[in-house]
């Protein structure tokens, strides 16, 4: 199967909640093969985790990244063409007097050059990019 959707970090989440979003679960494990995250996930989602205590919890959230989701999941870069349809974005957007979140940006942009759909529950999140198709699983 083709990649086909960017998987924004709260897509990532939802699996490990203590009580997941059964509509959400339901459409990952359908379009298993299909999915990617962006770089940008990827170190929001370490971050996170990094900066917990050691607990059984962090343990678990650690495991699961590592075994499930860097071993499942492709995460692409953020690379010179990613960038720059950032930047273009990103001077548009400022002359309008708007000032993007840089890691929405990112990801924004990595799913832009791969012409992928972005899901996220957070569209406000990625409505004033240009060209961008973007998912809510959650509604």
């Known amino acids: 199967m083709a ?11 939802e699996p490990v909640r203590k009580v997941p979003n059964q509509k959400v679960i339901k459409r990952l494990e359908a379009a298993a093969g299909e999915l990617a995250i ?8 370490l971050f996170g985790v990094l900066r917990m205590d050691r607990s059984p919890r962090r343990t678990a959230l650690e ?10 999941i492709l995460i692409l870069p953020y690379d010179a063409d990613a960038a720059t349809w950032f930047s273009q ?3 548009r957007l400022s002359r309008q007097g708007l000032t993007p979140s840089y890691p929405d940006g ?18 406000n999140d990625f409505a004033q990019f240009s060209g961008l198709q ?5 509604a």
């Open 3 to 13: 990649i086909k959707y960017l998987l924004d970090t709260n897509l990532v989440s």
């Open 38 to 45: 962006a770089a940008t996930t990827w170190h929001e989602l």
């Open 63 to 72: 495991q699961y990244l590592l075994s499930i989701i860097q071993q499942e």
């Open 89 to 91: 974005e990103r001077a």
């Open 106 to 123: 990112q990801i924004a942009a990595v799913a832009a050059v791969n012409h992928l759909i972005l899901v996220s529950r957070n569209q």
């Open 134 to 138: 973007v998912e809510n699983w959650f």
